[in-house]
């Protein structure tokens, strides 16, 4: 994904790809911190969909981001 984002603005030249990316990776690794069954979860189906596995179609990642900041 990194490899990807930094292409990315290479190509383009514009650097609002790598603030936003930097910016969905902060606020996750503050959230795994403070979720390490939530983190642990996060790994299990990164390799899953790694492995050729499918992906869910889930909720957008700001939506429960927002719902997990609200709960506390």
Do not use: Y
Not at 16 to 23: Q, R, T
Not at 42 to 48: I, S, Y
């Amino acid at each position: 994904m990194t490899a990807a984002v930094l292409d990315e603005v290479r190509v383009s030249l514009d650097l609002g790809a790598l603030n936003a990316f930097v910016h969905r990776w902060w606020i996750s690794a503050c959230d795994s911190v403070l979720d390490p069954e939530g983190r642990r979860q996060m790994h299990e189906r990164a390799e899953h969909v790694l492995a050729g596995g499918p992906r869910s179609e889930g909720k957008p990642w700001r939506e429960i981001l927002a719902a997990r900041w609200t709960d506390r």
